[in-house]
C-alpha cells in the first residue's frame, strides 16, 4: 500500500481514513450497530480530533456505560475544535443526569478552552436548560460586543424563558 511505501503522508491519510470511517459509522448506525461503533471507535483513534468521529464514539462509549474514556474522547477534540455538537455529547455523556449535573460537566468542558466563544456558548446553553439564567447572561457577556447569529438567538431565548419578555426577545 502507499502509506507503508512512504508514498503519501500519514497525517492526511489518517485523517481521510477517519473521515471515511466516521461516514460508514453513521450509515450503519441504525442497520448494525456493531460494526458502526467498530468502525466509530477506529476513526477516532485515526483522527482524534474530528468532531462526527468523537461525537459517535462517545456516544457508543456511554452507551457502553464507559463514561469516562468518553469524556476523554470529547475533551481530545474539543481542545483542538471546540464546537457545538462536542459540548452537547459532552452534557449527555450520562444518561439520566440532571440539567445541573450536565451544567457542572459542561463548564468543567469550557474551562479547557477558557475565552473561546463556543465555551462561552456552551455554557450559556447548559446554563439556560438548569434554569441558570445569571449565569447563561454572564457567559455570553463577552460575546455581545459583536453577537453572532447564535448568540443572539440565545440572548432572545433568555429574555424570553428569564423575563418572559417578547418585546426584548425580538430586538435580539
Known amino acids: 500500500n502507499n502509506l507503508a511505501a512512504g508514498l503519501i503522508d500519514p497525517a492526511p491519510y489518517k485523517r481521510q481514513r477517519g473521515v ?3 461516514a460508514r459509522a453513521f450509515e450503519l448506525e441504525h442497520k448494525n450497530r456493531d460494526a ?3 468502525s466509530a471507535m477506529e476513526a477516532v483513534k485515526l483522527a482524534p480530533t474530528l468532531v462526527p468521529a468523537a461525537v459517535l464514539a ?3 462509549l456511554s452507551e457502553d456505560n464507559q463514561t469516562r474514556r468518553a469524556m476523554r474522547v470529547i475533551e481530545a477534540a474539543w481542545v483542538v475544535h471546540p464546537h457545538p455538537d462536542l459540548a452537547d455529547a459532552y452534557a449527555h455523556v450520562r444518561l ?3 440539567a ?3 451544567f457542572a460537566r459542561v463548564e468543567s468542558l469550557a474551562q479547557k478552552m477558557p475565552g473561546h466563544p463556543e465555551s462561552a456558548l456552551a455554557v450559556a446553553r447548559a446554563a439556560m436548560d438548569a434554569g441558570e ?3 447563561a447572561r454572564a457567559a455570553l457577556a463577552p460575546l455581545l460586543d459583536a453577537p453572532t447569529q447564535r448568540v443572539a438567538m440565545l440572548m432572545a431565548e433568555l429574555e424570553r424563558a428569564e423575563h418572559g419578555d ?3 426577545a425580538r430586538s435580539w
Open 96 to 98: 439520566g443526569d440532571s
Open 166 to 168: 417578547d418585546g426584548r
Open 58 to 60: 462517545a456516544k457508543f
Open 20 to 22: 471515511l470511517l466516521t
Open 133 to 135: 439564567f445569571a449565569r
Open 36 to 38: 458502526s461503533r467498530v
Open 100 to 102: 445541573l449535573e450536565r
